[in-house]
């Protein structure tokens, strides 16, 4: 299944969508804040926008709404990102860093956002959402 998991989402190299991505993952110590069996897949890695709900959604607060705005524009200015921290577990796709860097990349129109992308084993076990070996 990893082997799925590195076709279906490659890792990036250089940019995304026109925008340069960074290097460094902002906030990494929520994954061991928020998980006891996790692994994290190789490099930073291209997931598609299509995976998660819809953007306009997220937010219900007006200061959320205008801080994604604001984060699009310097994002557009910058022509940088820094990756989001995404999970696969029982349910699917979720954002567990970078909301706000979600919402303004679909302002922008990308297609696809840089993550660093985590495994959450002891939900995708107890709910047998799939089988994978990870000798695979």
Known sequence: MMKKWDKSYPRIKGKIDGLSVLQKVPNIGSISATFDD???????????????GKP?????????IHRSKELSERIRESGKISPLIVVIDDDG????EGVHRY???????????PALVVIDHERMLRK???????EE
Do not use: Q, T
Request: hydrophobic share 45%; charged share 30%.
């Open 38 to 52: 996790w692994e994290e897949l190789s490099g930073i890695r291209k997931v598609p926008m299509r995976e998660f």
């Open 56 to 64: 306009e959604n997220i937010f219900n607060s007006s200061d959320d």
């Open 93 to 96: 796709f979720w954002l567990l």
């Open 103 to 113: 919402v303004a990349l679909s302002e922008l129109g990308v297609k696809s956002l």
């Open 128 to 134: 047998k959402w799939i089988h994978y070996d990870l």
